[in-house]
């Protein structure tokens, strides 16, 4: 038997090939299948199935792709309801693998068909838990994504407390834990930066699985706090559910060279958008007017659905000739396939008179100003628990995903200092504001990270929301 764990670091997402005795199993397989399918070819495996914890909205699965290239199954959990052909399995249902056996365990809560699956070996010993996004190391599935009408994040709350606690925590301690995602993802809020666990050390450190927790108190716990889901979570439900083009071919329009002239007159087409995915530091020495920026060396996947939003957007790409295939993979992860082409030749192309930049100076720097005149303006665009923790006591907080709401927040009449964490999300935040036309920010380098390492007055103390 063999189990891999594939850990994509942009999406904080965990996949899993199972493998036993001429058979595999995939579970939660990100969109881009090559991975899997020659893991399967190299040993001589047939995939026979493709099991689904649930419908995604943080990414795109490749559970159509790899069904249409191998002819696997694909597995949903009971109510799971689909556009396309598969199996919508029943509660602990069993699947037999090689000489092994998976038991889909329904385990609703995060979403009304989540389920987790349960690994049992030959000799009937229960080995490992793939629990998908209704357990984390660290945490649990956030109750807000899977709403009806009739059915509240409280409602879906009180269900995965039962969930947990009938089917979870009843299973053996040293049964391994493979979660869906770890620390960084927006499906959770606590979770822990290991990806692998087990039942019996999250039973002993998961605020969520304490014993002596009542069912109100767990419900409260676990929707206190819980930031809005990035706009473009529903869209990749959608595609989930509905299907999407197997057929992928966002590497081949992603690398359609453009001349200057050409890239320009598609660059006014309506809702297109001009991606700028070059290194920050490069980008704020000089950038095509009215372009974003969300550099491809972070998080770049998730933001782009965050500040682009809709999937069917049209794109063109600014972009290092030799990391086109890159960027075009990890667009298509989150189900951004309308790839116009990108620039030939790159920035360099472009005319340099008519690119402009952004101020962006070192925390050192930024700290002279403040120590000179501490009135200044200063914008925190991290996320509003890292503002809590630790701030510069007259900053704003303005989250870069709600930064269009609140613009108002950014003085017309002196500079706005823009900061974040590690100065990824700031050159990110300065470049959509200089496309809403206000241009008199200046990006602070390195972030809170190289800030409080100044003598700029910082608290400690947890506070308000000022949102």
Same mark, same amino acid.
């Given at each position: 038997?063999?189990?891999?764990?594939?850990?994509?670091?942009?999406?904080?997402?965990?996949?899993?090939?199972?493998?036993?005795?001429?058979?595999?199993?995939?579970?939660?397989?990100?969109? #881009?299948?090559?991975?899997?399918?020659?893991?399967?070819? #190299?040993?001589?495996? *047939?995939?026979?199935?493709?099991?689904?914890?649930?419908?995604?909205?943080?990414?795109?699965?490749?559970?159509?792709?790899?069904?249409?290239?191998?002819?696997?199954?694909?597995?949903?959990?009971?109510?799971?309801?689909?556009?396309?052909?598969?199996? @919508?399995?029943?509660?602990?249902?069993?699947?037999?693998?090689?000489?092994?056996?998976?038991?889909?365990?329904?385990?609703?809560?995060?979403?009304?068909?989540?389920?987790?699956?349960?690994?049992?070996?030959?000799?009937?010993?229960?080995?490992?838990?793939?629990?998908?996004?209704?357990?984390?190391?660290?945490?649990?599935?956030?109750?807000?994504?899977?709403?009806?009408?009739?059915?509240?994040?409280?409602?879906?709350?009180?269900?995965?407390?039962?969930?947990?606690?009938?089917?979870?925590?009843?299973?053996?301690?040293?049964?391994?834990?493979?979660?869906?995602?770890?620390?960084?993802?927006?499906?959770?809020?606590?979770?822990?930066?290991?990806?692998?666990?087990?039942?019996?050390?999250?039973?002993?450190?998961?605020?969520?699985?304490?014993?002596?927790?009542? *069912?109100?108190?767990?419900?409260?716990?676990?929707?206190?706090?819980?930031?809005?889901?990035?706009?473009?979570?529903?869209?990749?439900?959608?595609?989930?559910?509905?299907?999407?083009?197997?057929?992928?071919?966002?590497?081949?329009?992603?690398?359609?060279?453009?001349?200057?002239?050409?890239?320009?007159? *598609?660059?006014?087409?309506?809702?297109?958008?001009?991606?700028?995915?070059?290194?920050?530091?490069?980008?704020? *020495?000089?950038?095509?007017?009215?372009?974003?920026?969300?550099?491809?060396?972070?998080?770049?996947?998730?933001? @782009?659905?965050?500040?682009?939003?809709?999937?069917?957007?049209?794109?063109?790409?600014?972009?290092?000739?030799?990391?086109?295939?890159?960027?075009?993979?990890?667009?298509?992860?989150?189900?951004?396939?309308?790839?116009?082409?990108?620039?030939?030749?790159?920035?360099?192309?472009?005319?340099?008179?008519?690119?402009?930049?952004?101020?962006?100076?070192?925390?050192?720097?930024?700290?002279?100003?403040?120590?000179?005149?501490?009135?200044?303006?200063?914008?925190? @665009?991290?996320?509003?628990?890292?503002?809590?923790?630790?701030?510069?006591?007259?900053?704003?907080?303005?989250?870069?995903?709600?930064?269009?709401?609140?613009?108002?927040?950014?003085?017309?009449?002196? #500079?706005?200092?823009?900061?974040?964490?590690?100065?990824?999300?700031? @050159?990110?935040?300065?470049?959509?504001?200089?496309?809403?036309?206000?241009?008199?920010?200046?990006?602070?380098?390195?972030?809170?990270?190289?800030?409080?390492?100044?003598?700029?007055?910082?608290?400690?103390?947890?506070?308000?929301?000022?949102?």
């Amino acid at each position: 038997m063999k189990v891999k764990q594939l850990y994509t670091e942009c999406l904080s997402q965990g996949s899993y090939y199972i493998e036993s005795n001429g058979e595999a199993v995939v579970i939660d397989p990100l969109r #881009e299948v090559g991975t899997y399918m020659s893991m399967a070819a #190299e040993r001589g495996v *047939k995939i026979k199935y493709i099991f689904e914890t649930h419908f995604h909205a943080d990414f795109v699965s490749g559970h159509l792709t790899l069904a249409n290239q191998t002819g696997a199954t694909i597995v949903f959990g009971p109510t799971a309801n689909t556009y396309f052909e598969c199996l @919508v399995a029943e509660d602990n249902q069993e699947f037999i693998v090689g000489n092994v056996t998976v038991k889909l365990l329904h385990t609703p809560g995060h979403t009304l068909e989540s389920s987790s699956y349960l690994l049992i070996g030959e000799n009937k010993k229960e080995i490992a838990l793939f629990s998908g996004d209704t357990l984390f190391l660290g945490d649990v599935g956030r109750p807000d994504l899977s709403q009806k009408s009739t059915m509240t994040q409280e409602d879906l709350a009180g269900i995965l407390f039962d969930s947990l606690r009938t089917k979870i925590m009843t299973l053996p301690d040293d049964v391994i834990v493979y979660p869906g995602h770890g620390a960084g993802s927006a499906c959770g809020k606590n979770m822990s930066k290991e990806t692998i666990g087990s039942i019996g050390h999250e039973k002993a450190t998961n605020y969520a699985l304490r014993t002596d927790m009542t *069912k109100q108190d767990f419900v409260k716990e676990v929707t206190e706090g819980i930031l809005p889901p990035p706009d473009y979570f529903p869209e990749n439900v959608r595609l989930n559910k509905q299907g999407y083009n197997p057929e992928n071919d966002n590497i081949a329009k992603a690398n359609i060279s453009l001349s200057v002239e050409e890239f320009k007159a *598609k660059s006014v087409l309506e809702r297109v958008i001009v991606l700028d995915v070059r290194n920050a530091a490069d980008f704020v *020495k000089g950038f095509i007017p009215n372009s974003i920026f969300i550099g491809i060396d972070g998080g770049f996947a998730p933001w @782009v659905g965050t500040v682009i939003k809709k999937v069917e957007t049209p794109i063109l790409l600014v972009c290092d000739k030799h990391r086109l295939e890159e960027v075009a993979i990890r667009l298509s992860r989150v189900g951004f396939d309308n790839v116009l082409g990108h620039l030939s030749g790159g920035i360099e192309s472009w005319v340099q008179e008519d690119l402009i930049t952004i101020s962006s100076i070192s925390a050192d720097a930024f700290n002279a100003i403040y120590q000179a005149d501490n009135s200044i303006n200063i914008v925190d @665009v991290r996320k509003e628990t890292e503002h809590n923790t630790r701030r510069i006591l007259s900053s704003k907080l303005v989250p870069l995903s709600a930064i269009k709401n609140h613009q108002e927040k950014f003085v017309n009449d002196k #500079e706005n200092y823009v900061h974040c964490a590690g100065g990824y999300r700031s @050159v990110i935040a300065c470049s959509l504001l200089k496309r809403e036309g206000i241009h008199n920010v200046t990006n602070i380098e390195g972030g809170f990270g190289a800030i409080k390492n100044t003598t700029i007055n910082l608290s400690d103390e947890a506070c308000l929301s000022t949102l």
